[in-house]
């Protein structure tokens, strides 16, 4: 790609390009052993696909406990269980992992020079989840989709990011793992790498 002299700043998607979720089935199972592991993991599809829907409302802390409570309820519903919001995101949040290779690829970033920031389609706790991961401290700012107002593909969460960073839209790179990355970077104006992370410096030398 040879693009490293063309970019001052670098913005990482979150799910899916920074960090997953190892097993979440797995962990939903062990509290649910009555249920059978291929119903949980449709009920757990379904609670997903609305999260991402809806994770821009997680805003404060009143309406992030509107959005668990709902995203609980869509997954009770599917499954017929009964597990409260508070146990529902616990066996989620113990499964967050950064995603192989992706802490080294930031350093490697950061060491070119260039400014990192994370842009996610997440509620309000996108940087608590990072800094528990211990990625956090290698970027410069985090932006989620439930600060900024917006979710990808709408192009406002990568340019607050960019504000922050005090880069403008030709000079930043945005690489992720969804169509939503790739129309959003490009309606703000940036270049787009996808996935996977841990190979982007090398691609971009």
Not at 98 to 122: D, H, I, K, S, T
Not at 171 to 183: F, K
Request: glycine share 8%; with cysteine.
């Amino acid at each position: 790609m040879g693009a490293l002299a063309e970019i001052d700043a670098v913005t990482v998607d979150a799910y899916g390009t920074l960090v997953e979720l190892r097993d979440p089935v797995g962990s939903l199972a062990r509290r649910l052993p009555e249920f059978d592991r291929a119903a949980i993991e449709r009920a757990f599809h379904a609670e997903a696909r609305h999260y991402v829907e809806h994770s821009v409302r997680g805003r404060d802390e009143e309406s992030l406990a509107r959005l668990y409570a709902g995203c609980t309820s869509v997954f009770n519903e599917a499954l017929g269980s009964s597990l409260d919001s508070a146990e529902y995101v616990a066996a989620l949040e113990e499964e967050y992992a950064a995603l192989p290779g992706a802490a080294q690829a930031l350093a490697r970033l950061r060491a070119f020079g260039l400014e990192l920031a994370v842009v996610g389609n997440w509620d309000r706790r996108l940087e608590e989840h990072l800094e528990r991961l211990g990625v956090a401290a290698l970027v410069s700012t985090v932006v989620s989709s439930a600060e900024a107002g917006a979710a990808k593909p709408d192009p406002r969460p990568f340019l607050l990011a960019l504000e922050r960073l005090g880069v403008v839209p030709e000079r930043a790179l945005h690489i992720g793992d969804a169509r939503a990355d790739e129309d959003g970077a490009r309606a703000a104006g940036m270049r787009f790498e996808p996935v996977p992370l841990s190979t982007l410096p090398e691609r971009l030398r």
